[in-house]
């Protein structure tokens, strides 16, 4: 079992920074992707970034070039560092982790944490 601890959430202006991190605790050698999701109020969840354990990162369109994911060598905690904010970023962010051990493969996500890009 992974449990997950997202922090870094908060209030920022537009053309801002801010940095998010996730930390894993658990069966951590059985994690696999690691990811940050997002969820707008009327919106479906989608996928911001994942980062495999060979280190391919995977970026959707409206973040890329904005948004970096990376993880620690341990593959404990994940970070997304997001630069140049939009208020279009504001959303609940989650982070997720795909685990692959011997009871089959499985999804964990966290509680998520508040984005608000705002003036």
């Known amino acids: 079992q992974v449990q997950l601890v997202e922090s870094g959430g908060g209030l920022v202006q537009p053309g801002g920074s801010l940095r998010l991190s996730c930390a894993a605790s658990?069966?951590?050698?059985?994690?696999?992707?690691m990811g940050w999701y997002r969820q707008a109020p009327g919106k479906e969840r989608e996928l911001v970034a994942s980062?495999?354990?060979?280190?391919?990162?995977n970026y959707a369109d409206s973040v890329k070039g904005r948004f970096t994911i990376s993880r620690e060598n341990a593959k404990t905690t994940v970070y997304l560092q997001m630069s140049s904010l939009k208020p279009e970023d504001t959303s609940v962010y989650y982070c997720?982790?795909?685990?692959?051990?011997?009871?089959?493969?499985?999804?964990?996500w966290g509680q998520g944490t508040q984005v608000t890009v705002s003036s």
């Open positions: 997720k982790v795909q685990t692959s051990s011997g009871s089959g493969i499985h999804e964990c």
């Open positions: 658990g069966s951590t050698s059985s994690i696999s992707v």
């Open positions: 980062i495999t354990d060979g280190g391919d990162t």
